[in-house]
């Protein structure tokens, strides 16, 4: 069944790739119309992550931000595809790197620097990925998790590296980078999913109780790497810019206990503030509670 899906829809992800970008984003529109007033995808949790992140807006604050979200969202879904045919000349006049960023990697690189990127589930993170690999002298290499279909999985892998760029999977993660020691590399985590209760470094974000994953913060300190905050910001419909700023510098302080986590979890939510309809807020990001008598603090 999973092969047979896979098969019926490729032509359709690739007559997706092909359009050009008006008509790809016409077709969002219906989408948008389709998804928000028929279907109702996942609108409650979209709705409660918004109103609880935000307990200082109002209703009609919060349901504006919601429809904005929805709109980028089907945005994003159709320019995912489209990393399938597009140009790198197109991507990069669709995602560009701001000069400082672009420099900024460049003297790490002409240092022989290899780097630890953090950012998060927001802009077109797919995007940025390809840019900078086509911008930048680092191998990238983004932290992911295999899908189950194997089928869908390998189109989704076949996406990503089409223009250089590798994937480590997240249980890999700390062995491969001991690997890849040898030669100049940046490897990207996308670090606001959620971790379990139990094995998760907790911290106010977003005005909530939220687990974070430690595992970034426990190989930086390994691996002894600078750390690089990249944000992907929205320019208008269909372009983004990518901007960066060093968020630590080695040696790290193994003693100050969720420092690295905090700066860049606290980084993040600083620019969701800034442009929320641009955050994956269909994640159920605060599935899970605190476990009683765990402090915040990494197990």
Request: hydrophobic letters at 40%; a positive charge; glycine letters at 4%.
């Amino acid at each position: 069944m999973a092969k047979l899906s896979y098969w019926i829809a490729l032509p359709f992800i690739y007559f997706l790739s092909l359009l050009p970008f008006p008509a790809l984003y016409l077709l969002s529109d219906f989408f948008f119309l389709l998804l928000y007033y028929v279907i109702g995808y996942r609108k409650k949790v979209v709705y409660n992550n918004l109103r609880n992140s935000f307990p200082d807006k109002s209703g009609a604050e919060i349901a504006a931000i919601q429809k904005r979200f929805f709109r980028f969202f089907c945005d994003l879904f159709l320019e995912t595809f489209k990393t399938l045919t597009i140009s790198p000349a197109s991507m990069l006049k669709h995602c560009s790197m701001d000069p400082a960023a672009e420099k900024m990697f460049n003297d790490f690189a002409a240092e022989n620097k290899s780097l630890i990127i953090v950012m998060g589930h927001m802009g077109n993170w797919e995007w940025a990925g390809n840019t900078f690999s086509l911008r930048c002298k680092h191998q990238l290499y983004v932290i992911y998790h295999p899908l189950a279909n194997q089928y869908f999985n390998s189109l989704t892998i076949k996406m990503r590296t089409r223009f250089g760029t590798k994937l480590i999977a997240m249980k890999d993660t700390f062995r491969e980078m001991v690997q890849n020691r040898s030669h100049l590399s940046a490897t990207a985590f996308i670090a606001d999913q959620t971790p379990q209760p139990d094995k998760a470094y907790w911290m106010q974000f977003l005005n909530q109780d939220t687990p974070v994953f430690p595992g970034t913060e426990k190989i930086a300190q390994k691996m002894n790497y600078p750390i690089v905050y990249v944000a992907v910001k929205k320019i208008k419909r269909g372009y983004y810019t990518l901007s960066a700023d060093i968020l630590k510098m080695p040696p790290f302080n193994a003693t100050q206990e969720g420092e690295i986590t905090e700066a860049h979890t606290k980084r993040l939510e600083a620019d969701i503030i800034k442009t929320p309809e641009t955050w994956l807020w269909t994640h159920r990001r605060w599935k899970h509670k605190r476990p009683n008598n765990q402090s915040s603090k990494v197990n």
